[in-house]
Nanobody
């Protein structure tokens, strides 16, 4: 089992920046790809970004590409999402998730952190 706790959300003006963090605990000795997802009010959860175990592969949704950077520090069991040039449409609850190397899905999820971007 892996427990994930997100932090770093908050209220920011359009054009501002935030860095989200996701701290993992539990069975962190296993290799996991990590992902960020978000869910806006009244909408389905959507993919934001992912990073592989070693950190040398990343992939972004078109909606955040060029404005966001996912990274990880395996020594700290933490994944980050740096978001710049934030827009009101980025307002959502952001979740991190862990995908075991042998799994085709994200098996573990955090509780989420709220990001609100004011215009």
């Amino acid at each position: 089992q892996v427990q994930l706790v997100e932090s770093g959300g908050g209220l920011v003006q359009a054009g501002g920046s935030l860095r989200l963090s996701c701290a993992a605990s539990g069975r962190t000795s296993s290799n996991y790809a990590m992902g960020w997802f978000r869910q806006a009010p009244g909408k389905e959860r959507e993919f934001v970004a992912t990073i592989n175990w070693s950190g040398d592969y990343t992939y972004y949704a078109d909606s955040v590409k060029g404005r966001s950077t996912i990274s990880r520090d395996n020594a700290k069991n933490t994944v980050y999402l740096q978001m710049n040039s934030l827009k009101p449409e980025d307002t959502a609850v952001y979740y991190c998730a862990a995908q075991p190397v042998a799994s085709r899905r994200y098996d573990y999820w955090g509780q989420g952190t709220q990001v609100t971007v004011s215009s």
